[in-house]
């Protein structure tokens, strides 16, 4: 099982970026796919996540509106959209994998892949 996060890079605020995760040895109908960042000084979070099923889809309150999650089966990627970004949106994205449902939990998160830094400027 491995995930290949990528698409990350410098943008002033206001602009946009979309994020990949690539994934290999499973597919995507088994495994909630989840977002989370982590800011210089701070905790990982959870952004958002798509569960494996239904493709039900689950936002952080501070990206509402701006980010959407998507998946695309047939090349067992997910994006995250990531629009009217802001300076506080700044952090190393990365991406995880998860047998059973979205959760906002890291440690439930069984597998991860290595992160793409966002960075937006003011």
């Known amino acids: 099982v491995q995930l290949q996060a990528s698409g990350g890079g410098l943008v002033q605020a206001g602009g946009s970026l979309r994020l990949s995760c690539e994934v290999s040895g499973f597919s995507l109908a088994y495994f909630a796919i989840g977002w989370f960042r982590q800011a210089p000084g701070k905790e990982r979070e959870w952004v958002s996540c798509i569960n494996k099923s239904d493709g039900s889809t689950y936002y952080k309150d501070s990206v509402k509106g701006r980010f959407t999650i998507s998946r695309d089966n047939a090349k067992n990627t997910v994006y995250l959209q990531m629009n009217s970004l802001r300076p506080e949106d700044t952090a190393v994205y990365s991406c995880?994998?998860?047998?059973?449902?979205?959760?906002?939990?890291?440690?439930?998160?069984?597998?991860w892949g290595q992160g793409t830094q966002v960075t937006v400027s003011s």
């Open positions: 995880a994998a998860e047998r059973s449902w979205c959760n906002t939990y890291a440690r439930l998160w069984n597998y």
